[in-house]
């Protein structure tokens, strides 16, 4: 499915269609934690003036997603948004931080409170920071 998105992604200019449709998707590069292997995770992202930030909710599962290990593991990589492709660092939000981001993301898309009440784990969030490149 991932591959069929991010082809869709980069045809329509950041814009793909089905379960995507009218929802705005970054593409986020990962390099595997354990294997090394290059990765790309369309994601839908909380958009906040310039900023870029991902939720790793996994659907409200009790554990978090492979690209978040990822990026932890190896945070200095590579987003697309719409046309756009950069370097970036991702960053894990800590406290009143990711408490902040993670209910105004919550006011767009509900769905997000329901993955949280889903599961005993505090879902993270990642800010993708440009990088000059």
Known sequence: M??????????????????????PVVLVHHVGAKSGKERIAPLVPFLDD???YVIASKGGSDT???????LVANPETVAEWGTEKFPVTA??????????VYAKQVAVQPQFGD???????????????????
């Open 91 to 100: 960053r894990v939000l800590k406290g009143q931080e990711r408490e902040d």
């Open 2 to 23: 991932n591959r069929q998105v991010i082809a869709d992604f980069r045809a329509t200019g950041g814009r793909p269609g089905g379960q995507f449709e009218g929802i």
């Open 50 to 52: 310039d900023r870029i």
């Open 115 to 133: 993955y949280q009440r889903r599961t005993s784990r505090v879902i993270p969030v990642i800010e993708l920071e440009r990088r000059a490149g």
């Open 64 to 70: 978090n997603p492979d690209w978040y290990h990822n």
